[in-house]
């Protein structure tokens, strides 16, 4: 009994992490697609059809493979019975969701307006937002394998696919980068490792912040904890 309530919780954990994820990651690429447009910005068409499909490409195993084989979190039987009429997303949970969509946004978007303000081609303009969005994808990823502990601790759980998908993504995504023929054909411009390093860490900037947030529901289940005690 207590191995069927531990799965049903994790099966149903996990789902709810596909879906926070999936809500947070497509925030911050309609926006990088619909602000341009609608505010005029010098380059509006920053992503073509192509780039979406192989956006959506990535992100469809990130939720369908990755967070489907998660293991139990160790708190998973600590936690309370959900009520039966409860409602699968709080608003809490989905707040957070699309604060986490909208932080991606800020830092795809200030890589945007950083490039158009250094005088960057349209072609390289898009190969920084590009990577900076996928750099965020991979850290939103990570850091949401678990909305309490850290995504230190998380990297001992045990779910062989996370190295798998994230390297091929990474594999991807430089071929695209840094091959001539794929480069080319997706108008990405020539850039830098300097440029990319800026990217990489707009994009873990713009998602780890999630993890202050975490610390603070553990220290505030701990002081809890220690109140109920005494």
Same mark, same amino acid.
């Given at each position: 009994?207590?191995?069927?309530?531990?799965?049903?919780?994790?099966?149903?954990?996990?789902?709810?992490?596909?879906? $926070?994820?999936?809500?947070?990651?497509?925030?911050?690429?309609?926006?990088?697609?619909?602000?341009?447009?609608?505010?005029?910005?010098?380059?509006?068409?920053?992503? =073509?059809?192509?780039?979406?499909?192989?956006?959506?490409?990535?992100?469809?195993?990130?939720?369908?493979?990755?967070?489907?084989?998660?293991?139990?979190?160790?708190?998973?039987?600590? $936690?309370?019975?959900?009520?039966?009429?409860?409602?699968?997303?709080?608003?809490?949970?989905?707040?957070?969701?699309?604060? $986490?969509?909208?932080g991606?946004?800020?830092?795809?978007?200030g890589?945007?307006?950083?490039?158009?303000?250094?005088?960057?081609?349209?072609?390289?303009?898009?190969?920084?937002?590009f990577?900076?969005?996928?750099?965020?994808?991979?850290?939103?990823?990570l850091?949401?394998?678990?909305?309490?502990? =850290?995504?230190?601790?998380?990297?001992?759980?045990?779910?062989?696919?996370?190295?798998?998908?994230?390297?091929?993504?990474?594999?991807?995504?430089?071929?695209?980068?840094?091959?001539?023929?794929?480069?080319?054909?997706?108008?990405?411009?020539?850039?830098?490792?300097?440029?990319?390093?800026?990217?990489?860490?707009?994009?873990?900037?713009?998602?780890?912040?999630?993890?202050?947030?975490?610390l603070?529901?553990?220290?505030?289940?701990?002081?809890?904890?220690?109140?109920?005690?005494?």
């Open positions: 009994m207590v191995d069927a309530v531990e799965m049903g919780r994790r099966i149903y954990n996990n789902l709810k992490k596909a879906i $926070q994820y999936i809500i947070s990651i497509h925030i911050p690429i309609i926006l990088t697609v619909f602000i341009p447009l609608a505010l005029g910005w010098i380059y509006p068409n920053i992503f =073509s059809p192509v780039h979406i499909i192989f956006l959506e490409l990535i992100m469809g195993p990130t939720c369908s493979i990755i967070y489907e084989n998660e293991p139990a979190e160790a708190n998973i039987l600590k $936690q309370k019975p959900r009520p039966a009429t409860q409602s699968f997303f709080n608003v809490k949970e989905l707040s957070l969701s699309i604060t $986490q969509g909208i991606i946004s800020v830092g795809t978007l890589i945007y307006r950083f490039a158009v303000s250094s005088g960057f081609s349209e072609d390289l303009t898009r190969s920084m937002v990577s900076c969005l996928i750099a965020a994808n991979i850290f939103l990823t850091v949401n394998r678990s909305f309490f502990y =850290s995504a230190v601790t998380t990297l001992s759980y045990k779910n062989k696919l996370i190295p798998i998908i994230i390297g091929i993504t990474t594999i991807l995504s430089a071929a695209m980068l840094f091959w001539e023929p794929l480069r080319v054909f997706f108008e990405f411009g020539q850039i830098s490792i300097k440029q990319l390093s800026l990217c990489i860490v707009t994009g873990f900037l713009s998602v780890i912040w999630i993890e202050a947030y975490k603070y529901k553990r220290r505030s289940k701990l002081l809890r904890s220690k109140l109920t005690k005494h």
